[in-house]
């Protein structure tokens, strides 16, 4: 009997990256990458308003990133980021730190993901 594997949780949704770039991987590549680069920036001023306190600031950043996230079809960070945005409108701001961590290691994993992609041989038909 072979030993027993968990399922790792999905990352990316590629059934819907591939559906919304109409089966184009070097599309797929383009807005991975495109959402990487942006999403980063995004959690840097998310940090920083939550750290000045610019509440305000920190809901238009983790809106952007969840908008971004079901974008490309990053389900954890999607998650994640709705989580973030509703304690924010609760006014629970200092309970969404953890939150916010776990917001940063999906965002790692998604990089992650989209450098193992990039590693796929493409088939040219």
């Not at 819907?16 to 990458?33: I, T």
């Not at 000045?52 to 920190?58: G, K, P, R, S, V």
């Not at 908008?67 to 998650?79: D, E, R």
């Not at 994640?80 to 701001?93: G, L, R, S, Y």
Request: hydrophobic letters at 40%.
């Amino acid at each position: 009997m072979g030993s027993w594997q968990p399922i790792p949780p999905i990352t990316i949704d590629r059934s819907y990256l591939q559906e919304c770039s109409d089966g184009d991987p070097a599309f797929e590549q383009e807005l991975l990458h495109l959402f990487v680069d942006d999403t980063q920036q995004h959690l840097v001023s998310l940090r920083a308003a939550i750290a000045t306190q610019n509440f305000d600031i920190a809901r238009q950043e983790v809106h952007h990133i969840k908008g971004a996230s079901a974008h490309v079809g990053a389900v954890t960070m999607f998650a994640i980021a709705a989580a973030v945005e509703a304690q924010m409108k609760e006014n629970t701001t200092p309970l969404s730190l953890p939150l916010v961590s776990q917001l940063e290691t999906a965002y790692q994993d998604v990089v992650a993901q989209t450098k193992q992609w990039d590693q796929e041989p493409t088939i040219l038909s």
